[in-house]
């Protein structure tokens, strides 16, 4: 299937808006990281933003003080959590083992 056929303008819109998403999300990161942002404000925040909801748990997690690659792999694997979820595809029972893990 081709790419549809954009203008100059249309181009420019997704490009900026792909922009910001990544800004967005790289502050986050930050912020989770930092420890100014908890694990239930991104949730909260996830809520009302789609960029957020769209962030990959993976990342999330990787993000927070004390996680790396491999602790993150086997406590999503341990607690049946898909590497490729997203926030937002996150079920009742999967946020709640989550929170209460980084309360």
């Known amino acids: 299937m081709a790419l549809p056929e954009m203008s100059e303008e249309q181009r420019a ?3 900026a808006k792909a ?7 790289a502050e986050m990161s930050h912020l989770l990281k930092t420890g100014t942002l908890t694990l239930a404000e991104v949730f909260e925040r996830a809520e009302t933003d789609d960029v957020i909801a769209g962030t990959k748990i993976t990342k ?3 993000s ?3 996680m ?3 602790s993150t792999k086997r406590l999503l694997e ?3 959590i898909d590497e490729s979820r997203r926030i937002r595809g996150l079920g009742s029972r999967q946020r709640q083992v989550l929170l209460d ?3």
Request: hydrophobic share 55%.
């Open 13 to 15: 819109a997704a490009l």
């Open 19 to 25: 922009a910001e998403a990544r800004r967005v999300r």
């Open 60 to 62: 999330v997690i990787l």
């Open 64 to 66: 927070l003080p004390g």
């Open 68 to 70: 790396g690659k491999v």
């Open 78 to 80: 341990e607690h049946q």
């Open 101 to 103: 893990l980084f309360a």
